[in-house]
């Protein structure tokens, strides 16, 4: 077999990808984090000591294993070894808090967490009580057993002796990872061994990824975009390297350094790269080309202006795949690209009834080859009907499909909020207000910024005979929610708007926005600059 050629319907797995990363690559670089270097050939028998030792600690077939940690080595051994035992890691976003981390953990009824010493106390105001942990594998920063609450607390163990790959299958669960919930709570996304394949092999081709690349991503683990980074790498024979987080003015520095010629950019990152200063470092590097989604189009030519590299376009959610793209030769920009070999796509109005070309209406998906996209969402049986009713997964997204076959996004039809890169549940950010002691009534809801992204909005009523106090409203949230997740703008209203059967018109208050009675978060800005 030859690099980039698609494997065989049953070696579309983790065991088998890191067996033939092994065989065909051997010791050629594959992996650059912190001070960790890794070989193609060393990735198998570090998912085998590391399954082996989440066997000793009782992890079976099938158990879920939290990961709450930053950009480090660790992460990635737990979720490929994970995934060589049969397990299933689920990532924590690291800005979660604790009613968040509570929830992630009960929902997937995770047995054992693996967490970085600088998020324990993250976990001071979640009931772990309530969840199925039985361990707790901390990092760095411990050096003698403890407890969080009842739950034991030890630090990282040693890798155990190499467990012999589990004989998984490409529709066997690889990762819960949870994505945004629109009117209820986030949804935990079955991953299958073949989605994550088929994303590292769709990413690799969309970008003509090959042996002699230098892959680097400054994006976090707990996302499959990053997680995805390190298929491409397994699959062609090159390197990635990771870098534990993003830096504006030290982007370009970075890429220099580590030989970077494949960069991965989200769309808000583009318009604060370009408003650092010029400098030689945007020339001094080897990078040929950048995954962009979501960059607006005027950014994307002073990019490649300032810079010489272009960023192609693309599309994709955690329950689907790398679906739609652009490519070098595209004609045209501005558009999210043309559907990609091994999948079909429809333009459809609230009946999944295909809408002509140049009409705007819900983008729908489906897959070709077998578990190239999510199986479902864990313990959500009717939220995965509703998903991918007809035999569709229904996306949410307002498109129009252009007379050559480009699809152009419109905007978002689900009550979801993406900000510098996140996904924000609208539901959970109105669970948190709702619950202060001032709130009667809350509706929270996307406005536009000037990072061609969203900006989290909230309308508040007060309680009979209260004055919210905003500053000190913002101070209680940034205590019990992510940071991107916190308001930068917030409405106090007499009422919200109302249907006959009281429910929220949201859209009235979107098509309101920012008004000039609107409080700002003064604390948005800093650190949005930061």
Request: glycine share 8%; with cysteine.
């Amino acid at each position: 077999m030859t690099p980039n050629e698609e494997l065989p319907p049953e070696h579309r797995t983790v065991p088998q990808m890191l067996l033939r990363q092994a065989a065909l690559f051997a010791d050629r670089p594959a992996l650059k984090l912190g001070d960790t270097r890794w070989t193609h050939a060393d990735a198998a028998p570090a998912a085998a000591r590391r399954a082996g030792a989440l066997r000793a600690a009782g992890v079976n077939r099938g158990d879920r294993v939290a990961i709450m940690s930053s950009n480090r080595v660790e992460v990635l051994e737990t979720f490929l070894g994970c995934g060589w035992a049969g397990s299933v890691s689920v990532p924590i976003n690291t800005a979660s808090r604790g009613p968040q981390i509570e929830y992630f953990l009960s929902n997937s009824q995770a047995q054992l967490l693996v967490i970085e010493s600088q998020y324990l106390d993250r976990l001071a105001t979640a009931d772990l009580d309530k969840t199925s942990l039985r361990q707790i594998w901390v990092l760095d920063g411990i050096d003698a057993a403890g407890a969080v609450g009842s739950i034991p607390a030890v630090p990282w163990p040693s890798d155990g002796p190499a467990l012999e790959a589990e004989n998984v299958g490409p529709g066997d669960t690889l990762a819960i990872l949870y994505t945004s919930g629109t009117t209820g709570p986030s949804k935990g996304v079955l991953c299958p061994h073949a989605h994550y394949y088929w994303w590292g092999m769709n990413t690799l081709r969309v970008l003509g990824v090959r042996r002699d690349d230098v892959l680097c991503t400054t994006l976090p683990l707990f996302h499959i975009n990053a997680l995805n980074t390190y298929a491409q790498a397994a699959l062609a024979g090159c390197e990635v390297v990771y870098e534990t987080k993003f830096s504006a003015s030290g982007f370009w520095a970075s890429m220099g350094a580590c030989g970077a010629t494949v960069v991965y950019l989200l769309g808000a990152m583009v318009p604060i790269l370009l408003a650092q200063p010029e400098g030689p470092a945007e020339r001094s590097h080897r990078v040929r080309i950048g995954l962009g989604p979501g960059v607006p189009e005027q950014s994307n030519e002073a990019f490649r202006a300032r810079t010489g590299v272009r960023l192609l376009e693309g599309f994709g959610s955690t329950e689907t795949n790398f679906v739609i793209g652009t490519a070098l030769d595209s004609p045209r920009r501005g558009v999210m690209g043309w559907v990609l070999p091994g999948f079909e796509a429809r333009v459809a109005d609230e009946h999944d009834v295909e809408v002509p070309r140049g009409q705007a209406g819900e983008l729908l998906l489906r897959a070709q080859e077998p578990y190239a996209f999510a199986s479902g969402y864990f313990n959500m049986p009717e939220k995965t009907v509703e998903a991918w009713r007809n035999l569709w997964f229904h996306t949410g997204d307002r498109v129009l499909q252009e007379a050559d076959g480009a699809f152009r996004f419109v905007d978002r039809i689900k009550d979801a909020i993406r900000r510098r890169g996140e996904n924000i549940s609208s539901f959970e950010v109105e669970q948190v207000l709702s619950s202060h002691p001032e709130v009667a009534a809350v509706a929270v809801y996307p406005v536009g910024s000037e990072l061609a992204e969203d900006e989290v909005m909230a309308a508040l009523v007060a309680r009979p005979g209260r004055t919210l106090d905003l500053p000190g409203l913002i101070a209680w949230c940034e205590d019990r929610m992510p940071h991107f997740a916190v308001p930068r703008y917030v409405d106090v209203l007499e009422d919200l708007p109302r249907t006959e059967n009281g429910k929220i018109q949201k859209y009235k208050l979107r098509e309101r926005g920012v008004t000039a009675t609107t409080w700002e978060n003064p604390q948005a800005g800093r650190r949005r600059k930061a």
